[in-house]
């Protein structure tokens, strides 16, 4: 229990640094840029979202899973093709940022094309991350992030004095850079590029699925700020991020246990596998009531000006989200929990199935929502079809936890 204890500990330690880190980004980026201006960095930002889910699930995910609690010689040789995998994704997807922001041009053109020339090191940086965790050494993922932090204090501040988005989305990634040569030191370990295609192949199973499922997700989420912008306008786009901002302390302790949920559920499932259910039950159930604690505190105890002070003239558009939001997380942190369980297991198919269905849901009730009433009807739209999701990701979990270990009676009727 010691060991599960301080490998949680650094595990939200970490994840704090991290999330808060983005959200004084958040915060310092309304307040400069405005709700309109805001809303082309959201989007940026989800995007960014969107193409870290395709490295996890092709290089970190895969890596997780397969190589906690291994030997050293095995989580080096694991870890150098999974980082070079992360570059290379960072690369491939640089390219394309690069030139869809040559295409639109104006103030979202340049943030991509911004994006495109930070996104490798970004990854990188994230690779390292989840590399440290599936080695017991989650320490050393919280100096990296601590690392990242710093180094965007002085590059914040240079942006501040020319005021583009542009220049945000650099001093933000660019930050990465430094992080991601301290992983590199920290580790001692080179990416291996050459074996990115070897990766791939040996981890297709696994990796082929966690693909389809990571972006399932994080395209919904995409999708819905997209579709959010085209119906009701960036200012709208702007209002959904800066509620999603104000539940960054809380989103520090979701991220920080997802971290280490799989890893340390796949620990659980090899050392007392009859305790896998009990342990993602209390997993999701601390997140589910760490939101709702969050949410109200929020709602009842933070006043306007204290609000304003914050997040300047977005608190206004942002505080009738604060509710439907709060809840949407409260019900993502059930969904964490039986993820964790699922991804421990192997089951890769279930949570993949449980995954698309669920984000189908949540980006077609978000959608209608904004139609019938934008920033505010997405909201709600995207929380109900979270607490339906939730519902599906426990049945399947269910499902895969009885296929692990089969009814007492199916092991007597096999034994000769």
């Not at 490998?7 to 709700?35: H, I, K, P, Y």
Request: aromatic residues 10%; hydrophobic residues 55%.
């Amino acid at each position: 229990m010691g060991g599960i204890a301080r490998r949680l500990s650094w595990g939200l330690g970490d994840q704090a640094v991290s999330s808060m880190t983005n959200f004084v980004v958040g915060v310092f980026v309304a307040r400069e840029l405005g709700v309109a201006a805001f809303g082309v960095f959201s989007l940026a930002w989800v995007t960014y979202g969107v193409v870290l889910n395709v490295s996890r699930g092709l290089a970190t995910d895969p890596l997780v899973v397969r190589y906690s609690g291994v030997s050293t010689t095995d989580w080096r040789h694991a870890t150098s093709r999974a980082a070079g995998t992360a570059v290379a994704v960072g690369v491939a997807f640089g390219v394309v940022s690069a030139l869809a922001g040559f295409a639109i041009g104006g103030t979202l053109g340049s943030a991509f094309v911004a994006l495109a020339v930070v996104m490798p090191g970004m990854l990188l940086q994230d690779s390292w991350r989840f590399a440290f965790f599936a080695a017991g050494q989650g320490h050393k993922a919280f100096v990296n992030d601590v690392v990242w932090a710093v180094a965007m204090i002085p590059l914040l501040l240079l942006a501040s004095a020319h005021g583009n988005v542009w220049g945000f989305v650099l001093a933000w990634g660019g930050a990465s850079l430094l992080a991601a040569g301290c992983g590199w030191l920290q580790s001692g370990i080179v990416p291996h590029f050459s074996g990115v295609r070897t990766w791939l192949r040996r981890h297709k199973d696994l990796g082929s699925r966690y693909l389809v499922e990571n972006v399932g997700n994080s395209g919904a989420s995409q999708l819905r700020m997209y579709g959010l912008g085209a119906i009701a306008g960036l200012g709208d786009v702007g209002a959904v991020r800066g509620a999603e901002l104000l539940l960054g302390p809380f989103l520090a302790l979701l991220m920080g246990l997802n971290l280490v949920a799989v890893p340390e559920a796949a620990r659980v499932l090899r050392r007392a596998p009859g305790r896998l259910a009990r342990f993602c039950l209390t997993l999701g159930g601390v997140q589910a009531v760490a939101a709702a604690t969050w949410g109200a505190i929020l709602l009842f105890l933070v006043p306007d000006v204290l609000g304003r002070l914050v997040l300047d003239d977005v608190w206004d558009h942002a505080r009738p989200l604060i509710l439907p939001v709060s809840l949407s997380v409260t019900g993502a942190g059930i969904v964490a929990g039986a993820a964790a369980g699922l991804r421990a297991l192997g089951a890769a198919s279930r949570s993949l199935r449980a995954q698309l269905v669920a984000s189908a849901g949540y980006l077609g009730f978000g959608l209608v929502g904004a139609w019938l009433g934008g920033a505010v009807g997405m909201s709600w739209g995207s929380t109900a079809a979270m607490w339906l999701g939730a519902g599906l990701w426990w049945l399947q979990l269910r499902a895969a936890l009885r296929e692990h270990t089969p009814e007492p009676e199916l092991v007597e009727s096999r034994t000769p």
